[in-house]
């Protein structure tokens, strides 16, 4: 098992894999990973791999965008989607939504089936990938 740090989301994320934390006393599951138990406050905790399919429970359509995303070219005239999904292990993930019409957040659907993306960024060398969701 890899060690329990800040980086180990982001490098298993490299890898292609959606790691969260399992609670050795209570089983309740968190993504992204946390050294503390959220149901029983345990800090034991094992690696659990996420399937990456879900279904979206609610979204917003961003058009202030943070400075990252606006980096991007993400704004006022290209706003972009962020979701909360419904996971099949029962975990609700904040992720952004591709792959769905921003502009048009009326013909986003409560429900619809998500499967995870991984969209992967490099700046400076440095290799990042980050989690969003498709229909
Ligand atoms: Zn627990």
Redesign the pocket.
């Known amino acids: 098992m890899k060690p329990f740090n800040d980086n180990s989301y982001g490098q298993f994320l490299n890898e292609g894999k959606i790691m969260g934390t399992k609670?050795?006393?209570?089983?309740?599951l968190a993504l992204p990973p946390r050294p503390i138990?959220?149901?029983?406050?345990?800090n034991e905790m094992e690696w659990f791999e996420f399937k990456g399919k879900g279904k979206l429970s609610a979204f917003t359509s961003i058009v202030v965008a943070p400075p990252a995303m606006a980096k991007e070219g993400f704004g006022r005239n290209n706003p972009y989607v962020v979701g909360v999904v419904n996971l099949e292990e029962g975990v609700k993930a904040v992720a952004r939504i591709v792959g769905v019409d921003a502009r048009k957040p009326e013909l986003i659907k409560i429900g619809t089936p998500l499967q995870a993306e991984f969209i992967v960024k490099e700046e400076g060398g440095v290799k990042q990938t980050i989690l969003v969701f498709h229909p």
């Not at 138990?37 to 345990?42: M, N, Q, S, T």
Request: aromatic letters at 8%.
């Open positions: 609670c050795k006393k209570c089983g309740a138990c959220v149901a029983c406050f345990g």
